[in-house]
């Protein structure tokens, strides 16, 4: 019951959605670190406009995604001119689509986290002489350490899942592109029932242990 | 100042949902039509043909590949009609007696064929030339679903290419689908039926016509289903279809009478 293709597609993606969370990490805990500690104007709408692919049904991220890195799009373009590639029906295009809509997670949790730490903490580490970067990287992410990491957590399980815009710019490529979301809609469509339960078991399965990991990680510590 | 917005917006919200959807004409007999994506253009023509003034009749279409909307019938959708782009789709529910018997019908033949991207400089004139390095993405229907991906396997089955092809398709989940991704140059090559690409003539070329004998001939049956809300009013709309004016705009499109049988 557990073929070959089931395989390929469970291992293609927990290599996107491993990445697309490396990829979140970097990208989301600084932004999240900014938009919690500067206060400046405009620091709402900025986070409403990261948090917009949350709140997007994923067909209008995966439209905006063909826009911008179409071979005729606003960055894909110029892209394919220089180096005759396009992201458009790659394992690559996987990433993107499950990092667009993965990062608002991120950000969201490592701002709310970051925000919670205690500002005399960080004051104590001002006044001893340590530069801003020295007290992100010691004190402060250290101390929202738990809610960062439920949001890594929450990223990757929104990165497993990420179908419509993953559908829309990776398209639908046996062993290439087919991430468990788009094989289990394959097989729906094809009426393979029997090979959509094993799929639809796996990662069921798969997701309630990162939900699971998550809450414990958010519990405050005993 | 907040409290009356925060409300104000509720109540739009709320009298959106209500005044939005489409109000149900009892008088208006709904005539759901399930058709393959491809007949898309032409049925929408017949459609204004059936709907005359002074009928209360109305299709309403539901275009897609012909194993989804297969599949859709078989889970109990409401449809009226199905038209489907293979014989496959209608025989798999002939064979479970969900159509009106002596309602089958068959009303349009197509052809295969293989286009490239209008601005495509690869020199492509046959399907044998896909084994080439310059094409490096081939758009076909998902086979599982579409009948055209179908038909493309066996035109690749038979034009004699390494296995190395099959690594640069990809597959789509409506012929229409195919036609776009061709369209937009995201891949180098697709597999249609010539009537699609009379769809969009600026943006795709056909670069070779599938041979005879390469694939299971396309021919299109249509049948009122046995379940069917409005049965009258459905063989109306295969009544339509099957008309000199019905037939002359199918042929308008590039559709073929279907051949003879022998």
Redesign the interface.
Known sequence: MLDGSALSALGLSLRVAFISTVLVALVGIPAGYFLARRAFSGRELIDALVTLPLVLPPTVVGYYLILVLGRNGFLGAPLYRWTGWSVMFTWQAAVVASFVVALPFMIKTSRAAIETVDRTLLDASYTLGHSEFWTALRVTLPLARRGIAAGAVLSFARAMGEFGATLMLAGNIPGRTNTMPLEIYSAVAGGEWEHAHVLVLLFTGISALALYGANRLTRSSP | MRKPIAFLTALVLLLGTLVLPPSMASAVDIVVVSAAASLKNAFEEIGALYATPASALRPAFNFGAS??LM?QIKGGAPADLFASAAAKDMDLLDAEGSLLPGTRVDFAANEVVLVVPSASTAVVTSFADLAKPAIT?IAVG?P??VPSGRYAEEVLANAGLPEAVR?K?????NVRQVLD?VA????DAGVIYATDAAIRPQEVKVAAVAPVGSHKPVIYPIAVLKGAPHPEAARAFVAAVRSDAGQAILARYGFKAVPAAK
């Open positions: 194993g989804d599949a993405r998902n599982k679903t690594l398709l990809v597959l789509a989940e991704y937009r140059a995201e891949v």
